[in-house]
T-cell receptor, first 117, second 110 residues
Framework: DAGVIQSPRHEVTEMGQEVTLRCKPI?????LFWYRQTMMRGLELLIY????????DSGMPEDRFSAKMPNASFSTLKIQPSEPRDSAVYFC???????????????FGPGTRLTVL | DQQVKQNSPSLSVQEGRISILNCDYT??????FLWYKKYPAEGPTFLIS?????DKNEDGRFTVFLNKSAKHLSLHIVPSQPGDSAVYFC?????????FGRGTSLIVHP
């Protein structure tokens, strides 16, 4: 398996523009997570899905952020409108389960580095 | 408020010596702890974990120690190698979703 795939790897945009980040989880994984990494807050969970259904979006910072998972192999994180404080690295991760020895291990994608000017 | 704290943003160690990365947590409901390693331009990868029923778990050069009374865990790397240079994230689970710290950047000098 190619692992978790994210695109684009880098995104530079101007304030006010819409940004869409994409993720393809590992095949067969039932859970998908979106994280944001910043120097100040480290790795923060934004939202996670189980079998394509959003379970907990309490980490989504504002209504400007939205995430979808239309099928088991694709998810998007959208920011509209984007702001400079959204600049961060956004990671997608997937896992087989939430609990269980070995099965709850999260596998991360390489991340998307977002810069909002 | 950070429930998982990695108070040292960076650590520099000479090759062959021991690296000790520390992590403190505040939530007594956490019962499972993990360390992830992250190289530049890559996502974090799982390294080692420990359940709260244990106080030590070892995997090759990597050992994690847990002190529940102090709400403290540490990752020991012996001997350290230049390839260990990376950012190390501590994470803790109480429910199903891990809470991550800010990370510690380890640099191992040849």
């Amino acid at each position: 398996d190619a692992g978790v795939i994210q695109s684009p790897r880098h995104e530079v945009t101007e304030m006010g523009q819409e940004v869409t980040l994409r993720c393809k989880p590992i095949s067969g994984h039932d859970y998908l997570f979106w994280y944001r990494q910043t120097m100040m807050r480290g790795l923060e969970l934004l939202i996670y899905f189980n079998n394509n259904v959003p379970i907990d979006d309490s980490g989504m910072p504002e209504d400007r952020f939205s995430a979808k998972m239309p099928n088991a192999s694709f998810s998007t994180l959208k920011i509209q409108p984007s702001e400079p404080r959204d600049s961060a690295v956004y990671f997608c991760a997937s896992s087989l389960a939430l609990a269980g020895v070995g099965t709850d291990t999260q596998y991360f994608g390489p991340g998307t580095r977002l810069t909002v000017l | 408020d950070q429930q998982v704290k990695q108070n040292s943003p960076s650590l520099s160690v000479q090759e062959g010596r021991i690296s000790i990365l520390n992590c403190d947590y505040t939530n007594s409901m956490f019962d499972y702890f993990l360390w992830y390693k992250k190289y530049p331009a890559e996502g974090p990868t799982f390294l080692i974990s420990i359940s709260s029923i244990k106080d030590k778990n070892e995997d090759g050069r990597f050992t994690v120690f847990l002190n529940k009374s102090a709400k403290h865990l540490s990752l020991h790397i012996v001997p350290s190698q230049p390839g260990d240079s990376a950012v190390y994230f501590c994470a803790a689970k109480g429910s199903y979703i891990p809470t991550f710290g800010r990370g510690t950047s380890l640099i191992v000098h040849p």
